[in-house]
């Protein structure tokens, strides 16, 4: 099955630092790959995503690369903010036998000092 | 955008008793509804994948006499964790997914088992 590695588990950045967050996958037949945004006890937002057949997705301060060769895709946060601080999940899924599950990695947890 | 909505978002029950969690895609029809479990400072857990009208497929490990899986309609899932103990207490996250919408994640629920 697919393992996806995430790395750093925890993050500290001065406020309007930038922010990058990596991961890998195993499974070369994954082909969508969502980052999501979790505060305490709320459940996972999306916010952003990348589909196999595009190198580079952004969305105003927030930005996502995906190398397939390499099996590696990263978050890229800009200007960071304290409403930035949270756990961030980033996820694989492959379609293939049609189970469309979401592989997650272990998180990381982004602190913005203000 | 996609709404999913999860009830109850925090319950108490006693050892022995019953507790269902519900999960209802509010404008859009889920092909796939997923359950995870998530610990303090860990990721989401996938317990179990289901598609409204058939039997839930669940992941190794997963109890499915413990913990049942109702997809009844295309908007509607419900989890049961059935004679619940204190090991039981968790983070349950539902997620439901649409060709149109991804995946949503609901808020989740706390549940604790005294």
């Known amino acids: 099955g697919e393992n996806v590695e995430q790395h750093p588990s925890t993050l500290s950045v001065q406020e309007g630092d930038s922010a990058v967050i990596k991961c890998t996958y195993s499974?070369?037949?994954?082909?969508?790959f969502p980052w999501y945004k979790q505060e305490l006890g709320k459940g996972p937002q999306l916010i952003i995503d990348?589909?196999?057949?595009?190198g580079e997705k952004k969305d105003q301060r927030i930005a996502v690369t995906l190398n397939k060769t390499a099996k590696h895709f990263s978050l890229h946060i800009t200007e960071t903010q304290p409403e930035d601080s949270a756990v961030y999940f980033c996820?694989?899924?492959?379609?293939?036998?049609?189970?469309?599950?979401?592989?997650f990695g272990k998180g990381t947890k982004l602190s913005v000092i203000p | 955008g996609a709404v999913v909505s999860q009830h109850p978002s925090r319950v108490i029950c006693k050892s022995g008793t019953s507790v269902k969690i519900e999960c209802r895609s509010l404008?859009?029809?889920?092909?796939?509804m997923f359950w995870y479990r998530q610990f303090p400072k860990k990721s989401l857990m996938l317990m179990a994948t289901?598609?409204?009208?058939?039997?839930?497929?669940?992941e190794q490990g997963v109890e499915k006499d413990k913990f049942l899986i109702n997809h009844a309609s295309l908007t509607l899932s419900t989890l049961t964790v059935t004679s619940a103990h204190p090991e039981d207490s968790s983070f349950y996250i539902c997620?439901?997914?649409?060709?149109?919408?991804?995946?949503?994640f609901g808020s989740g629920t706390r549940l604790t088992v005294v």
């Open positions: 997620s439901a997914r649409s060709r149109g919408s991804g995946y949503t």
């Open positions: 499974d070369s037949a994954s082909n969508y």
């Open positions: 990348i589909r196999s057949n595009v």
């Open positions: 996820a694989a899924s492959s379609s293939g036998a049609g189970s469309y599950q979401l592989t």
């Open positions: 404008d859009f029809q889920a092909t796939t």
């Open positions: 289901s598609n409204e009208g058939s039997k839930a497929t669940y």
